[in-house]
């Protein structure tokens, strides 16, 4: 059960988040097809796919980065665009760090680029999770480069945070550290979209989970009523859900 203590009801009940027919082909390949989906505020949502579901297709459309074939995207009510870009924080899968420039000038850079960038808090964090100011983003590990990205991301005031794969790159003994950060360092009243294939990992902090499998959405439901309901963790019930058919 995620335990965050910024959860409040807000005064707007609407999305922040809506998905309507959504679908996107490459090569008339479709590897998203008719997704339906919301995204409530104030909630921490998993969408859980194996590799290949679909997962990080959904997060490009979401940011911006591809254009549907067909359906809709409204972020905060209004279709993607200039207002989204302002209020949704991207972690993508890779790293996109300059990695001739230090720490320090690096958020000195998102300082000057979003309005909405924490300065102060972006230090803190650096230090909180073991990273040097003046270190060189060349001379850091690619587990380093990760942690700095998150804390770039988390460090906007922003209402929707997507996060892609935000425990790929870093050992098992960091990622509960890490999930903590994502935990306690979002906006009040904020959302956070998060996918991954690691729900072992993941799940304990979760108000709502997404599965997809083969770019169909399968299943939305809030997190502690399907552990309820099956008397077992989201791990496991993925697992059965998604588990090889044999003949």
């Not at 990080?56 to 905060?76: A, C, R, W």
């Not at 399907?226 to 003949?247: E, G, V, Y």
Request: charged share 25%.
């Amino acid at each position: 059960m995620a335990q965050n203590p910024q959860n409040k009801s807000p005064k707007d009940s609407s999305p922040i988040l809506e998905c309507k027919n959504l679908s996107k082909a490459f090569d008339q390949h479709f590897v998203l097809k008719d997704v339906n989906l919301e995204i409530p505020r104030s909630k921490i949502v998993g969408l859980l796919g194996q590799n290949g579901a679909g997962k990080s297709t959904l997060i490009k459309l979401i940011n911006d980065l591809l254009v549907p074939t067909t359906g809709e995207i409204l972020v905060d009510g209004q279709p993607i665009g200039i207002h989204s870009k302002e209020i949704i924080a991207y972690l993508p899968e890779r790293t996109y760090l300059d990695r001739s420039m230090t720490v320090r000038a690096t958020i000195a850079f998102f300082s000057e680029f979003y309005s909405n960038f924490d300065s102060q808090k972006a230090e803190t964090l650096v230090k909180e999770l073991d990273l040097k100011l003046d270190q060189r983003i060349t001379k850091m590990s690619k587990g380093m480069q990760e942690k700095l990205q998150l804390i770039l991301v988390m460090s906007r005031q922003a209402k929707l945070y997507v996060l892609d794969e935000p425990l790929g790159g870093v050992d098992p003994a960091t990622r509960d550290y890490i999930l903590d950060t994502i935990l306690s360092n979002f906006s009040d009243g904020a959302s956070v979209l998060i996918s991954t294939h690691l729900i072992a990992d993941i799940e304990r902090i979760l108000d709502e989970v997404i599965f997809i499998e083969n770019g169909r959405i399968t299943l939305i439901d809030n997190a502690d009523r399907l552990r309820n309901q099956h008397h077992t963790s989201i791990d496991a019930i993925f697992r059965k859900t998604f588990r090889p058919k044999t003949n």
